[in-house]
Each structure stands twice: as C-alpha cells, then as structure tokens.
C-alpha cells in the first residue's frame, strides 16, 4: 500500500507527487510589473520616513518605491542593495509586519502597509534577473582579509570589502556558501535556489574568494589568522543546538529541528525526505515554525507546536503564528517537556503545563509523537574566541571583539535580534570599519 | 428629493446634466444608452457641410495623463469633427429626438466662416427637431488649421458674427461654444453675447501636449513617428474652466449670459461648484468616456441629495450662488489671521507637512524625535500648503483667530474690522478711508 498522512512512523511521500511541488512554491507570489506599481502607488513619501527607522540596514524605502512608482525598478534596486547586499534574501525573509511595514504610516492609518517586502523584491529580481551586477571595485589596497562564515555576515562583510578594494576570503564550514540563507530558512520562502543564485550574483563584484569546507578549530586557527592576514571578521553563527536536557533524548525520532529544515533545502526532490505521522515541535521561534509548517507541508497528519510559554513570548511573529494556523499546525503554549516515552523510539512526548514564570503546575498531558524536532534555540560553539558577553561574541561599536584586528557580526556576536537583515548590517558596517582602520594604518 | 429639471435658455431637460459635443455622442446608437444611462441632454458630435466627411487619422486619437492607481486625471484627443456624413447624422438625430421628447438635443455645428455656409446647416439641422445649436468655436486642433474651431473663437469680431447670421437664419437657441485657448475669455463672451447669442458654453478643449515618448522622441499619442499638439481635457482642466465660468459671470457685460459649464466634471460635486459660480447646467465628456454613461446616476443622487440638505428645491437655486463671493484679489480681508492647526488624534506622522513647510515655505511645523508634528503659531501665514500635502482629510485645518487675539507671528492684535489692500499703508495708491 502507498504510503499516506495515515501511515504510522517516519517515512517519505506521503502525498500524491503533484502536492509537493504546489505546497513548496513561493509563499508569496512575486508582484507583476502592474501590482507593484499599483503598490507602489500607495508610498506616500514620508519624511524621515518610519520605515527606514524601522529596518536594521536602513534602506530608503520611499526613494526605492519612487523609483519603482517612475518605472525604474533597476535604480530601485541599486538603492536598495547600496544599504544592504542581499535585498533579495531579505525581501523573502524579513519579518517585514514587524520591521518596516508595522512602521509604515499606512499600518498606521488603514492598518494595510505598502507592501514594502514585496516591492522590494520586485526591485532586486528585476535586476538580478537581468544578470546585473551594479557595484564595481575599488582601486585594489593590497589589504587582505580573513571572513570567518559565509552567511548573511560573512557575505555582506565580503562584499563591502572588495568593494572598497581590499582583497577577501571566506571561509565556511559547510559544503556550500550562504549559511542560514541555504541551510536555515524553509523552502517556500526561498525556492528555485534563491540563495545559491544570490550568492553567485554577489560574487560578481570580484574579489572575494569562497573556501568551504574550513571549520574554525578544525585546521583553522584564529591565531593563524589573524597573522596571515590584515584583519578577520568572524560570522560563524550559532553553530549548536540547545538539548532538552531529558533522559531520553537519544531516542530514535528525535532530532533538532535545523537539521530537518537543512535537509529539505538540499533534498533534490523534496517528497524523498521522510517526515512523521505525528509530528511534535518543540520551541516558539522562526526555526520552531518553519519545521512545523513544513512538517504539515510534507504530509504529517498531526502537527503540534509546543512552547514553554505564552504566545506573545513567541519569538516567531504574528505572522508566522498564523501561517502555522492556518497550515493546520496547533499550537499548544504553556507547556514544557518532561519525559520521552517510547521503547528505542520515541512515541510519545509529556508535557507539563507551566505558568508565565515557567512554575509547574502538576498537570501533565501526553502527545502522540513518532517525530520529534527541537527548536528551543541555538547556541555559540567554539574555543579560542574573543571575550564572550552572555553566550555570545561581545563586540563595541561596528563589531569590534575583544580581541585587536577582530571584528565580529551576525548571530555569533551579543546585540540585535538574530535576523539575516540584522546580520547584513552588522556585516556591512564591521566592513566599514575595517576598512577604516586598515586605511588610517596605511 | 430635490426637482433637478433644468430650463436652460428655454431648453428643458429632467435634469442639468448633458453630455458635451464628442466622441460619446457622435451616433444613435450611444446617444439612446446616454438617454437610457439617464443623462438629461446630448449635445451631439458638430456637423460639418455636406459633401465628403472629414478624414481622421487611423492612428492613436487620445494621450492621458494620470494619478494615483492609473486613475485618469487628463485627457487630450486629436480626433476631428464627426467623420460620418450629415445626412446619416441628422437621420440619426431626428430618430433619437423623436423617441426622447423630454431630453434635450442640440446640434454642434462647424462650417466656414461665411453666411451662406451657416445659413444652409442651420436650415438642415432644424428639420431634425434638435432643441438648438452649440457654435463648435473651440476645438484647438486640427479644425483650427482650416480656419474654424478655435481659429474663430480666438477673434472675437468672428464669434460676434457667426452668432448673429445664426440668430438671423434661425430661430433655434444659439449656444456658442468658446475656445480657453485666449487669454481674456469675456472678449468672446462679450461678442457672442452682441452677436445675439443666447448663451455660452465653456472651456473647449486646451492646447496640449500630453506627453512625450522617450524611445522615439516624439509628443503623445504619435502618429508614425510624429505627435501634433490636442485638445486638452478632464479633471486636469476643471480649475481653469471654474475660472473662466467665473470671469464670465461676474462680468458686468456678460453677467446675465447664460453659461453651460464644461470642464473636468467628474462628479456632482463638480456639477455643483460650476453652477455656484454661474452655469446654468453642465456638460460632460471625460469622465463618461473613462466610467462609462453610468455615473450619471451618482451625479444625480449626489446633487439631489446636496440639494435637499441646502434646503434647494429648484437648480436654478444653485446658479451663481458662489458668484458674489468671487472677488479680485485687492478685495481680500487682510485683517483675517488664520493658523493651521494639525488634530493629533488623527495625524498618521507621514511628515510631508514637515517637509512641504520645512523646505518650501515658512518653517512653521516642528517635528519631535518621537515624530510629533506641531505648528508654530509665531512662525505661521497659515498659507495652507500642510492642509494640501496632508493625505488625511481634515487631520489639518486652518482656523481663523478670534479679533481681539494676538497674532504671535506679527505681534498685532486681530482685528474685528474688515480692511483690504485698496486701503492698506503700505499700497502706494492707498486711498485713506474716511
């Protein structure tokens, strides 16, 4: 018998072969030339405008959207990628209803943004689609620099120094560049190879050599480093994962939930990667829904995400809560794991519901689960860093660690919120200070 | 409900709404869906003599110009007089009047420039039964370059002339229809009105050059290659056409002129505001030809109901209700003290006012880190830029000073007393009021 959402235990296709391809597609559907300019019609050209306030790499929204308004998308783009390199990633990504569109004065007075996100990428895929590359080197400085990762910081970092002439490599643990752009965002957010092309098209500027494959503490030393090169910029993320810390976790069927949403990205057919019958998520972030959804996507009869504590304390947005919803996961706050049952494999998870403050309250319920993926964050690995702040890299100013000729950014480094636009600015601007110092040195 | 019927120099209609001389009335067939639509009145497309039609080009007739949302704000044609022959036209016309006895029906007319030319259109349009003629001294292209059109409205002595040899051979209304394209429009008001006219009807259609197209370097819509300039029109031209209404009305040669306002009349709000300044009823083209013949139900709702809160029982209560209280600019009140005031409650912290003051004007508007936006009252001429840049209706308004406050951008306590330029101190030909 084919397999189906009935059949109990992990396995692959579960649907009919036509479902994956409609159910993995674009979550939002690219604007056509008229729907931008209809959205781009609703731009009422603030001054100061809110939403640049609003977003982490400050791009000119009004001016991009007028630019789109007069039909030059192409010039849009350029002013978007001059404040941040991987507009397009961020156009498919970024918590836009809770960055520049929950600041625009159109949320403010109808509470129906310009579709910012959208146009945004109208802007990019316009250019990039046209194979152009509108950045240029400058006169070559001799400097070299060491880019530790080769995600969104790494990346924005790389390419504002070759930019400005210097000469660049990245080095990155994984088999191919682009980070949680590749390996860490779900599939319907960034289809057809969105980041791969991305990161193709932002090696146009030249400059920039990309050695994967090179873990730090792994034959990679930072000392080493540090003296082979002019400076070095660490974008190393969040390489583990948080454990539950339960008797147990070792069970068959459990796994952490980056792993599963990284294999569906590289799966070359996405119906060939297994997924429960009854599916548990544990966690309340972007990771926890994206594991979630696509769970549902990929067939799972039952999907239920469990967070520790109330839904506003959810770090995935109201968006992405609803999405979930209305994918059909439930979501369950208020509730921590205490026990994993099953014989070898998991079968079911116990939970206890707990208070805001996480105080038990001895009232315990059991999921059916034959799947279970942990997203309850992840954390900083690595020896021989710079001086730490909480769990993460501490860095003053743009990205300046503790340690001389040290630059830190992205997920890896304390401060920000753990966005890829986030790290495209911490990137961009640890550039620019770089720059700055090795140009005042010499 | 408010009576809309409408007597317009002895022409009756169910209500003051008509469709202008163009192309939605250039035959039968559109002219019964207007009557069906509801319009009160057609004024259809000007007759040319008999004999071979005129040609028009088989190329793009119309540019546009737009706002927001591709919402059409003008409209230019370059299309001719009707290019259907006259028999067919006065057959149609004859048929359409006969079904439609209560609507009004008026031929345009386009003939050269001598007697006898008008003489034998007049005598072949008024076997149709037509209500009367409009006298097309207007259209700016094409019709022009042959010496009608607005060849002839441009001279005065010409309009004063064709308007008389039409009421000398015809005992039909007379409307003369007047070019914008002069630069003192009671000139050919005037004249029409000694000619023997009994009425205008106003603006035609304005020089224009829509657009130009940056590929082929040639004005739109382009013709193999090459743009002429067309008769502009819409809700684009409807505050140079309340203007010229206005000159018109409150003219003392022409003041009793009756007028037929035409010009960007969209909605019947528009309707109304033309009829406040002096036309006694109004034609339309642009919007029809962008909505269809439909919004005509929404012109009459709307002015009915306007109406009935104005306590107005009849249109000719609106007519020229606006008029006395269109003065010259030396007759202002110099003694009113307005200030803008911006209602937080509902400011949505866009700051265009910001901008527009900031940069433009008088640097009046502060702006607080937490983008709080407040007039400064010292620094205000209350000049009305922020209420226009505003995209929130009434979130900005300007209010006038009470007398006997201190304006603290001049320090000068407001006057009770009305005082204009003519007596100001610093008007060299002030003359002392006594």
């Known amino acids: 018998m084919k397999d189906t959402a009935l059949t109990p235990g992990i396995t692959a296709g579960r649907l009919p072969p036509e479902d994956y391809a409609e159910n993995f597609s674009d979550l939002h559907a690219p604007l056509d030339r008229h729907e931008a300019l209809v959205a781009a019609d609703r731009c009422y050209f603030c001054h100061d405008a809110p939403c640049i306030t609003a977003c982490p790499t400050a791009i000119d929204i009004p001016l991009f959207i007028r630019q789109i308004a007069t039909g030059t998308p192409e010039a849009a783009a350029r002013t978007i990628l001059t404040q941040n ?27 129906k943004p310009v579709l910012i996100g959208q146009l945004q990428r109208y802007a990019t895929d316009t250019l990039m689609e046209a194979g152009v590359h509108p950045f240029t080197r400058a006169a070559l400085t001799g400097k070299r620099i060491a880019v530790i990762g080769a995600g969104p910081a790494g ?13 660049v490599t990245v080095f990155d643990a994984r088999k191919k560049p682009g980070g949680l752009n590749e390996y860490g965002i779900a599939s319907y957010k960034t289809p057809n190879d969105f980041a791969a092309r991305e990161v193709a098209w932002l090696l146009k500027i030249g400059g920039i050599d990309i050695q994967t494959g090179q873990r730090l503490g792994d034959g990679l030393e930072l000392l080493q480093l540090k003296a082979d090169f002019d400076a070095v910029f660490l974008g190393i993320g969040l390489g583990g994962v948080n454990a539950l810390n339960l008797e147990g976790e070792d069970k068959d069927g459990l796994r952490d939930a980056v792993d599963f949403i990284a294999d569906l990205r590289q799966a070359s057919d996405v119906a060939a990667v297994p997924v429960g019958r009854d599916v548990v998520v544990i966690g309340g972030g972007m990771t926890a829904v994206d594991a979630a959804v696509q769970a549902k996507l990929l067939g799972a009869l039952n999907v239920t995400l469990v967070y520790r504590r109330g839904r506003d304390r959810m770090n995935a947005s109201p968006f992405e809560q609803d999405l979930a919803a209305s994918s059909g996961v439930r979501i369950i706050t208020g509730a921590t794991p205490r026990g994993i049952i099953g014989n070898g494999a998991v079968r079911e998870i116990e939970f206890e519901y707990t208070d805001d403050d996480l105080t038990p309250t001895g009232q315990t319920f059991r999921l059916a689960a034959d799947q279970v993926f942990k997203a309850i964050g992840q954390s900083l690995q690595g020896e021989g860093l710079p001086k730490l702040e909480g769990r993460k890299i501490a860095v003053t100013g743009a990205g300046r660690t503790s340690v001389d000729g040290v630059w830190a950014g992205g997920d890896c480094a304390a401060g920000g919120d753990d966005l890829t636009v986030t790290a495209v600015a911490e990137g961009r601007d640890a550039a620019m200070d770089i720059h700055a110092s090795l140009t005042n040195a010499g | 409900m408010a009576d809309l019927t409408s007597d317009f120099i002895g022409i009756k209609s169910p209500n003051p709404f008509w469709l202008a001389s163009a192309p939605p009335t250039d035959k039968e067939y559109n002219v019964r869906r207007a009557f069906d639509a509801g319009w009160g009145g057609v004024v259809w497309k000007t007759l040319g003599e008999a004999g071979p039609p005129v040609v028009n080009v088989n190329g793009p007739r119309y540019g546009a110009i737009y706002g927001a949302d591709r919402r059409l704000l003008g409209l230019n044609n370059i299309e001719l007089i009707t290019d259907r022959p006259l028999e067919v036209n006065l057959e149609e016309m004859k048929r359409v009047k006969r079904d439609y006895p209560d609507r009004a029906l008026i031929a345009s007319l386009m003939v050269p420039v001598n007697e006898e030319a008008w003489r034998e259109i007049l005598r072949r349009v008024e076997d149709t039964g037509c209500d009367g003629v409009e006298l097309n001294f207007g259209c700016p292209h094409g019709m022009s370059e042959r010496g009608m059109g607005s060849a002839v409205g441009q001279v005065p002595e010409y309009v004063g002339q064709v308007a008389h040899w039409c009421k000398k051979h015809s005992d039909l209304p007379v409307i003369v229809k007047l070019t914008p394209n002069i630069s003192d429009i009671r000139k050919p008001a005037q004249a029409a009105m000694e000619g023997g006219a009994d009425a205008v009807s106003l603006i035609n259609t304005i020089n224009s050059i829509t657009s130009v197209d940056l590929d082929l370097f040639a004005p739109q819509p382009t013709i193999d290659g090459k743009g002429a300039h067309g008769g502009y029109c819409g809700p684009a031209v409807k505050p140079i056409a309340l203007n010229m209404v206005a000159e018109i009305a409150r003219d003392q040669a022409t003041r009793d002129l009756p007028i037929s306002g035409i010009g960007g009349i969209t909605t019947w709000r528009d309707a109304a505001e033309f009829m406040t300044l002096g036309a006694g009823n109004v034609q339309v083209c642009t919007a029809a030809m962008t909505y269809g013949f439909k919004i005509v139900e929404e012109m009459i709702s709307g002015l009915s109901q ?37 209602n937080q409650d509902e400011c949505i912290k866009c700051g265009r006012c910001y901008a527009a003051c900031e940069d433009t004007s008088h640097q009046a508007i502060s702006m607080s880190p937490d983008r709080v936006f407040e007039v400064i009252d010292a620094e205000c001429v209350a000049c009305n830029l922020c209420v226009n840049v505003c995209p929130v209706e009434n979130c900005i308004t300007m209010e006038a000073m009470a007398a006997g406050t201190t304006d603290p951008r001049t320090g000068k306590v407001v006057e009770a007393d009305y005082a204009n330029w003519t007596t100001h101190p610093n008007n060299p030909g002030a003359c002392a009021a006594e």
């Open chain 1, 155 to 167: 990346l924005a970092c790389a390419h504002r120094l070759a930019m400005h002439g210097h000469d």
């Open chain 1, 85 to 111: 390199i991987m507009g397009g990633m961020c156009a498919r990504v970024c918590p836009t209803e809770t960055l520049c569109e929950e600041a625009c004065v159109r949320e403010v007075a109808e509470g």
């Open chain 2, 306 to 342: 306007w109406m009935d809160e104005k306590g107005m029982t009849s249109t000719a209560e609106i007519v020229g209700r606006a008029v006395p209280n269109t003065v010259n600019w030396k007759d202002l009140n110099l003694n009113y003290v307005a200030k803008a005031v911006i």
